[in-house]
């Protein structure tokens, strides 16, 4: 069994700071690309940031410049540091990763509970 926790979030004025936190636990043999999603009210999920194993980054446009990712793999943590947020930035933000179970050696996607971020005008 695997879980992704995040922790972090919270409510901000605009121009604000908060940094994002998802450590994953249980069953894992290695964890490949990890990443952050978020979706805000009345909309669908949108991918936010994806990082490689080897720490390549990929970003979505409206975020790049203003938030970072990245991942301590000897914790199993990856990290979302978000910069001069606006309120286009309010969504429930969760955590994913490309895990490998230790027997099978499949890689299986999971998802963390999701944490709220708020950004006020």
């Known amino acids: 069994q695997v879980q992704l926790v995040e922790s972090g979030g919270g409510l901000v004025q605009a121009g604000g700071s908060l940094r994002l936190s998802c450590a994953a636990s249980?069953?894992?043999?290695?964890?490949?690309?990890m990443g952050w999603y978020r979706q805000a009210p009345g909309k669908q999920r949108e991918l936010v940031a994806t990082?490689?194993?080897?720490?390549?980054?990929n970003y979505e446009d409206s975020v790049k410049g203003r938030f970072t990712i990245s991942r301590d793999n000897a914790k199993n943590t990856v990290y979302l540091q978000m910069n001069s947020l606006e309120p286009e930035d309010t969504a429930v933000y969760y955590c994913?990763?490309?895990?490998?179970?230790?027997?099978?050696?499949?890689?299986?996607?999971?998802w963390g509970q999701g944490t709220q971020v708020t950004v006020s005008s």
């Open positions: 994913n990763a490309d895990i490998v179970d230790p027997s099978s050696l499949r890689g299986f996607k999971f």
């Open positions: 990082v490689t194993r080897g720490g390549s980054t």
């Open positions: 249980g069953r894992i043999f290695r964890i490949n690309d």
